[in-house]
């Protein structure tokens, strides 16, 4: 696990560029966060990061929206719909365990359906300075310890 500081959502999404360049197919990141807490921003960063040329935004109403790419990208928002069964009848597993990146906003509402191979990121305000995020991230050692490097170079 490990722990990083944002202090701007430039310095946020290229976390997320960062992140991406050591995704594969097949992997599912799990965003947990209060409202504008930089899950969205993230993963903008993160679908730059996979060459994405569409807007992203949040599907918030739609539930998944799916983007183009090199891989394809599977982003879900699970803050209005929480029922696991709802999930479950929409597909939730073709997207888990496909060929595609599953992005995965609100996930700690339909925790017990998140893959234990599952990337899991925390991001959190900081009360004492604007705009600053605390990230904590959980994933295999290597994906951690080089993205703490590169974030670090930047």
Known sequence: MIDLTSSSAAETERLGEIIASQLNRGDVL??????????????RGICRGLNIQQQIESPTYT????YVGKIPVYHMDCYRENRLEEWLELG??????????TLVEWADTIAEL????????WLNHNLSTENTRQIR????????????????IQ
Do not use: H, S
């Not at 998140?114 to 990121?121: E, K, N």
């Open 92 to 101: 939730i597993n073709d997207y888990f365990f496909g060929e595609g990146i």
């Open 114 to 121: 998140i893959p234990d191979t599952a990337i899991r990121i």
């Open 137 to 152: 991230i959980e994933a295999l050692e290597t994906i951690e310890k080089r993205t703490i490097d590169l974030f670090k």
């Open 63 to 66: 539930l998944v929206n799916e």
């Open 30 to 43: 799990a965003f947990v966060g209060d409202l504008a807490a930089g899950k969205t921003t993230m993963i």
